[in-house]
């Protein structure tokens, strides 16, 4: 037996990943095994007294796509077909002398080879004897260990994310990993008989759509399918063939649905939505409503003949409009520090309180002016040394000096009270929100609360087509395409939002061919071609309220522009402390 397989242009990046996958496999011998997702149907051709008939012709039916071929058996009464598609099949023996045998519904189980011994009467009259029985289930073709889920399992069991990948856990010794691996490993986060997770590899028809995440080394779906476009798929866990070889862990093999010799098609509608869901406590204490969240996934799926017995096709579409509740609380401005900027709760929240000279009884809750301190380098008291406090926190009302050093330069500050207070900062003050009103036992560090919706739109489609050129010849293509995006509640309501993160927008393409042709009895060439491409954008500026230049209308120097994004710069305040409603305080760029 010869075998080969090879894998090549892999490659991945932090917002576009492709990879291109060839292997070919090529079989000169009837004992060779099969490629990808192929299986194989063999047997045995005896009569009555156990001898073995040879010569007898072998006919090997796809029972819903039509599909014919024709072989004989060799002179050890053996017939072998192999790269079969997953299916169910009928097979046929007939020979001169005996009586036409027939057996149904063996089923090809992706990766599997089942066998099929047939046992011929001679014939005493013109009869045609039918098996009606499933085929052999213990598998002596290969040592691969692994579980089959079959399309019984993926359209009876509930799915409450109609997530397929969710499925790899009812295979023995599959457990799921708790690592907080989050987007970048998605559909491999699993632990298989105690190999690492996030190294399995996602076959869809013989072709991978998995790419290696940069950072991690992680693997991860590129593309994952409605389940109503999966017809099944195996985890393979150990004893790999030589065709698989990109995985640490275990391969999930999938196999995409075909259509049949006869039209058939589904609709589908789940929803879920705010009726059935409580409020978060917090928000029950502050009279927060509960914001709407849905989520409602919704599609169909047809598939035919277009040539009976010769071409047939399978299309689906997949929608899902979901909105997930999220509520925030952050620390914002007073009306006091946003207006006149007087921060003197500042000293209040600290437990301190205010002397004749406006100085603050507790250090910590003590406003000074930077431009007066000085930093000692040597000895105990290394560090900064501040001499002059402003009084009860009132950057408004004060004045500073600024630096002696700035003196004749633009960065000096202007004269009167309230020269410390930058006119960018005091923009940013207003895009805050206003503290909540009825907020539980609020402080100047945690006294607003708010909660709203984030919504995440995915469409997504496949489109397969199976082609019987001859009996020699089997061509199966596949394309797949989703689009999907993510906006974030914005709660600011504005352009600067610490919230959303976006919006965001992903895509992704699969296309996968595979062609088998026989060129001679004991010579069999199976090709597969995989194309997967996945990509996203993310974007750190929201545009709220039409605002095309947020830089520019907050007063930041023209330069921050020069590098071509167009948002808020990120800005922390005190998060040791202060409350943060998303990653950042404000902005987010």
Not at 113 to 127: E, I, W, Y
Not at 367 to 394: E, K, M
Not at 411 to 430: E, F, H, K, S, T
Not at 552 to 576: E, R, T
């Amino acid at each position: 037996m010869s075998m080969s397989s090879f894998k090549f242009g892999q490659g991945s990046y932090r917002r576009l990943g492709g990879s291109l996958v060839f292997f070919l496999l090529l079989m000169i011998s009837a004992s060779a095994s099969a490629q990808g997702y192929f299986g194989t149907v063999s047997g045995v051709l005896t009569d009555s007294s156990g001898a073995v008939i040879s010569g007898a012709k072998i006919t090997l039916v796809d029972q819903n796509k039509g599909f014919r071929f024709s072989t004989t058996s060799d002179s050890g009464g053996r017939y072998s077909y192999r790269s079969v598609a997953p299916g169910v099949y009928t097979v046929t023996a007939e020979m001169s002398g005996f009586e036409k045998i027939e057996r149904t519904n063996i089923t090809v189980n992706v990766g599997e080879n089942p066998t099929a011994d047939l046992k011929l009467r001679v014939a005493g009259s013109t009869q045609t004897v039918e098996v009606h029985s499933q085929d052999e289930h213990l598998h002596v073709e290969d040592a691969t260990t692994g579980v089959v889920i079959n399309r019984k399992f993926i359209n009876d069991l509930p799915l409450v994310d109609r997530y397929v990948m969710d499925l790899t856990a009812l295979t023995p010794g599959v457990t799921e990993a708790d690592d907080q691996c989050g987007t970048n490993c998605t559909g491999t986060n699993f632990v298989s008989n105690g190999s690492r997770n996030a190294t399995a590899d996602i076959l869809m028809d013989g072709a991978s759509v998995t790419n290696y995440e940069p950072n991690g080394g992680v693997t991860q779906a590129t593309y994952t399918p409605s389940p109503e476009a999966v017809d099944e798929f195996r985890v393979e866990q150990s004893n790999f063939s030589a065709e698989y070889g990109f995985s640490g862990g275990s391969v999930v093999n999938m196999v995409t649905r075909s259509g049949t010799n006869n039209f058939h098609g589904s609709a589908y509608d789940f929803i879920r939505n705010t009726l059935t869901d409580a409020n978060n406590w917090f928000n029950n204490q502050s009279g927060i409503p509960l914001p709407p969240v849905h989520r409602n996934n919704f599609g169909g799926t047809i598939g035919g003949p277009i040539i009976r017995n010769k071409t047939v096709f399978f299309f689906d579409y997949d929608g899902t409009r979901q909105s997930s509740a999220g509520t925030y609380q952050a620390g914002v401005p007073t009306d006091a520090e946003r207006t006149n900027g007087d921060f003197g709760e500042v000293c209040t929240a600290q437990g301190g309180t205010f002397d004749g000279t406006g100085m603050c009884s507790v250090v910590a809750g003590q406003l000074w002016d930077p431009y007066t301190g000085v930093y000692v380098s040597n000895g105990q008291g290394a560090g900064a040394v501040r001499n002059a406090f402003i009084p009860f926190n009132n950057i408004g009302a004060y004045t500073s000096p600024g630096s002696p050093n700035l003196n004749g330069t633009p960065y000096q500050l202007g004269a009167g009270p309230g020269n410390l207070i930058d006119p960018v900062a005091m923009r940013l003050m207003q895009l805050f929100p206003e503290p909540s009103a009825n907020m539980a036992s609020p402080t100047i560090y945690d006294n607003w609360i708010g909660s709203g919706a984030s919504s995440y739109p995915n469409d997504q489609y496949d489109i397969k087509i199976d082609q019987r050129f001859s009996q020699k010849n089997l061509l199966s293509a596949r394309y797949s395409h989703e689009w999907n995006s993510a906006v974030g509640f914005n709660c600011f309501g504005n352009f600067a939002d610490p919230c959303a993160g976006g919006p965001n927008q992903g895509s992704a393409h699969v296309f996968t061919l595979n062609d088998t042709h026989t060129i001679s009895p004991t010579l069999l060439l199976t090709g597969t071609l995989g194309f997967t491409r996945g990509a996203e954008r993310i974007s750190a500026y929201n545009g709220a309220g039409g605002v095309t230049d947020p830089l520019s209308k907050l007063g930041f120097p023209a330069y921050l522009n020069s590098n071509g994004f167009m948002g808020v710069p990120s800005m922390f305040i005190d998060q040791s402390t202060y409350y943060s409603a998303g990653y950042t305080s404000i902005g987010g760029d």
